[in-house]
Structure formats: structure tokens, C-alpha cells
């Protein structure tokens, strides 16, 4: 099983839709948690961090849920600029490692 | 902005060959990382580093090697490059201290190992 599995789509949804992904954990040693964003043919870049239960910043929205091992993205009001794939991070703060899961693509149609 | 380079957007090298992959960060951090990234495996980290001559094994360090002479730069090596190693790879760094969790990276050096 891996350490951090996410669902690797592709969700096809058309402009001002709302998604959402969601990704579980296997260690509950993980200290944080993050979501990157990555282009085709790009590297990973932040978009979220999630520490405690949550996380919101504009259209984005991370939970948190420590007793399922459960993160989730939400997307709201997609635009057609979120076209890309969505990277959920474990950290663990013993090794300092980040665990990747495989991503889910997301692509917003007009 | 943090920089993290690297050497070659795209590098196509023969089996056998020793393959050196060079990345480069301009914001002094302590911490590099080198990953490989595959379809349907995500990012898996292969080796890092948290200080000049400091080398830890990632998941993957098979086939590979790492040098850290200075601290901003962090060399993967492969000593006798095999196909099962054609792959993108991804150099990242991150700061020591409370902020160690939030790594950045590099463009990519996507290798094809004929």
C-alpha cells in the first residue's frame, strides 16, 4: 500500500464547477501536510499547506482529518487555469522526508 | 524568489554511460533533495542532503550517487546509466530550522537512457 494515495482521475469538469480530491494517509506519524500544483512539463510548486484541521486561501480550500487520515482540495469556481496536476504531500519530521502521492489530474474545460 | 536550477532541461545519454546531473540554489539552504518522477509513481526521492558533504539514502538510491562540495550545489550520479532509468528528474532545496517542510524545486532534467 502506499504511503500516500490519491485518486489520479483525470476529473474533466467544465468552467465554475466545483471539485473536489481527496487523499489518505497510511502513517499517522505524518507531522504536516501540503498541496502542490504541477504543470504539464513543470515542477511542483506550492499551493497549500495544511497544519491543524484546515486551510483556506480564495477559491482553495485543504481539510485536514487526522482521525481518518484523510486530506482533502476543494476547488471552487474552477477556471480553466487550473488545468494541472494536484500533488498531495505527507511530511514527517523524523528524516525531514516528504512523501508524494502519484497526483490527480484535473482538467477544466470551457 | 527562491532559484533552484538545473544543469539540462533534457539529456539523452546510452547505456552505460556515467551521467551527472547538477543542481544549483541561490538561497543558501541547508537541505537538497534529488527525486525521480514516473507515470503512475509520483515523485519518489532517491537521495538528499542536509549539510556540504552529508548524503542520506532517499527510497530509491539504487543505481545512483550524490555529491555535496558546497553547499549550494547537489550532483546525482548515475554510474552506468541503464534504461530503466530514463525518467524526469527533480532537484529541490529547502531551508533548515522550522521551515524544512516546504520544499523548492527545480525545473526538471527529463533523461532518456537509449
Known sequence: RKEVEQDPGPFNVPEGATVAF???YSNSASQSFFWYRQDCRK?????MSVYSSGNEDGRFTAQL??????ISLLIR???LSDSATYLCV????????????????????? | DVKVTQSSRYLVKRTGEKVFLEC??????????WYRQDPGLGLRLIYFSYDVKMKEK????????VSREKKERFSLILESAS????????CASSPGGPNTDTQYFGPGTRLTVL
Request: charged residues 20%.
Open chain 1, 22 to 24: 481527496n487523499c489518505t
Open chain 1, 43 to 47: 515542477e511542483p510548486k506550492l499551493l
Open chain 1, 65 to 70: 482529518n487526522r482521525a481518518s487520515q484523510y
Open chain 1, 77 to 79: 469556481d474552477s477556471k
Open chain 1, 90 to 110: 505527507a511530511f514527517y519530521n523524523q528524516g525531514g522526508k516528504l512523501i508524494f502521492g502519484q497526483g490527480t489530474e484535473l482538467s477544466v474545460k470551457p
Open chain 2, 24 to 33: 544549483v540554489q541561490d538561497m543558501d539552504h541547508e537541505n537538497m533533495f
Open chain 2, 58 to 65: 532517499g527510497d530509491i538510491p539504487e543505481g545512483y550517487s
Open chain 2, 83 to 90: 534504461t530503466n532509468q530514463t525518467s524526469m528528474y527533480l
